[in-house]
C-alpha cells in the first residue's frame, strides 16, 4: 500500500525559505511520477510542482523560478525546496504520486499524503 508523510512545513516570512519533504513507501517509485499540490482556503487543490517520469519537471506559472522539486536516488524521498516565498503561497501542501505519467489534474492521482501548512506572514 502506497504510503505518503509530508514535513517541514511552517511559519515564514515574506521573502523567506522552506523545504518540504515526502517520505515515500509501499512501491518502487521510479515509474511514478511525483511532486506537490497545494490548497488554500476556499480555492481549488492546484499543481505546484512535479518530477515526472523520465526525470522531467513541470512548476505552476507563478512558482517558477522560486520553487524546485527533486527526489532522492532511490525514488522514497520527494522534496520541494521554495525560496522568495509570498503570502499567496499560503496553504495546505500535498505530496502526490500516480504510477505512470499523469497530468496537472489532481483527479488523475490516486497517492496522497495527509498535507503540511504552509504559512507566510510577517
Known amino acids: 500500500q502506497v504510503q505518503l508523510v509530508e514535513s517541514g512545513g511552517g511559519l515564514v516570512q515574506p521573502g523567506g525559505s522552506l523545504r518540504l519533504s515526502c517520505a515515500a513507501s509501499?512501491?518502487?517509485?521510479?515509474?511514478?511520477?511525483m511532486g506537490w499540490y497545494r490548497q488554500a482556503p476556499g480555492k481549488q487543490r492546484e499543481m505546484v510542482a512535479i518530477?515526472?517520469?523520465?526525470?522531467?519537471?513541470k512548476y505552476e506559472d507563478s512558482v517558477v523560478g522560486r520553487f524546485s522539486v527533486s527526489r532522492n536516488d532511490d525514488h522514497t524521498m520527494v522534496y520541494l525546496q521554495m525560496t522568495n516565498l509570498k503570502p499567496e503561497d499560503t496553504a495546505v501542501y500535498y505530496c502526490?504520486?500516480?504510477?505512470?505519467?499523469?497530468?496537472?489534474?489532481?483527479?488523475?492521482?490516486?497517492?496522497w499524503g495527509q498535507g503540511t501548512q504552509v504559512t507566510v506572514s510577517s
Open positions: 502526490a504520486a500516480e504510477f505512470g505519467i499523469a497530468g496537472r489534474d489532481p483527479n488523475e492521482y490516486d497517492h
Open positions: 509501499g512501491s518502487i517509485f521510479i515509474g511514478y511520477d
Open positions: 518530477s515526472t517520469v523520465g526525470d522531467g519537471t
